[in-house]
């Protein structure tokens, strides 16, 4: 579903009582204008509190990260359904840190999709090319196996996900892709997902978003919001990227 999504991923950040405060904060400050949703996704531990916090709300919660599998011998593995059970709306899969720093391949993060949405989840799905990819020209079809591998897995159920393009060089970096050079990601995004018949996903931008930068970039026509990651944990900076 289109219309403007804004998403905090707080990566490994947080703690009790700051939590306490930031969903107190987001919730007293969160007046959704028209078409506009809001949701944060917190450690697997914050879920329970998420859930306590922002129940009632117009803001929705999620998870970060899920495993692939249903059940089973997997120390240290989470499942959707266990997410889920938190009332979770989302789970962000193939973030960037998680293909580069845990070795998750584009055939994984295809798996942990389907796993999310037969959960009843809404997968994040993540896709991005990182600096020396981009600098070798290899953009477009970075991005386009990424995308092409969860098609592959999901079909036409893709229509009920919402896809992240985060260009691995700005993530965290305060290096922000230009409105133009976000646009042309995204609109390669678009007509892949036309060409299935899903050209109304989500297509969020994240990477350095900033309540500064915000507008021009959900301002181009295939930016649907955004993946906020710093600037997530303080709730002014981004209730105002909501906003923008
Ligand atoms: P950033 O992170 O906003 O801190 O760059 C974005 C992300 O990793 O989702």
Not at 9 to 34: I, Y
Not at 39 to 51: E, G, M, N, R
Request: proline letters at 3%.
């Amino acid at each position: 579903m289109r219309g403007k999504l804004v998403v905090g991923n707080w990566k490994m950040h947080g703690g009790l009582r700051q939590n306490d405060a930031l969903f107190a904060d987001l919730r007293s400050g969160w007046n959704p204008p028209e078409g506009r949703r809001l949701a944060v996704c917190v450690p697997f531990p914050y879920l329970w509190q998420a859930q306590a916090a922002l129940s009632g709300s117009a803001i929705a919660w999620g998870a970060q990260n899920i495993s692939e599998r249903a059940t089973g011998a997997f120390t240290g593995e989470v499942s959707a359904a266990m997410v889920a059970e938190f009332g979770c709306r989302y789970v962000i899969v193939g973030h960037s840190e998680r293909r580069t720093l845990f070795a998750e391949t584009d055939a994984v993060v295809a798996a942990k999709a389907a796993a999310a949405m037969a959960a009843g989840l809404t997968p994040i799905v993540c896709v991005g090319e990182t600096l020396q990819e981009r600098e070798a020209g290899s953009t477009e079809a970075v991005v386009a196996r990424q995308l092409d591998a969860v098609l592959a897995e999901l079909g036409i159920r893709i229509a009920d996900a919402v896809l992240a393009y985060e260009p691995v060089w700005a993530i965290g970096t305060g290096l922000t892709a230009s409105p133009a050079q976000a646009q042309a990601v995204h609109a390669l995004v678009r007509r892949r997902l036309r060409s299935v018949d899903a050209a109304d996903v989500a297509v969020l931008y994240g990477g350095s978003v900033k309540a500064d930068n915000a507008q021009a970039l959900f301002a181009c026509p295939d930016v649907d919001g955004g993946l906020v990651g710093g600037a997530s944990l303080k709730a002014a900076e981004f209730l105002a990227i909501a906003h923008a």
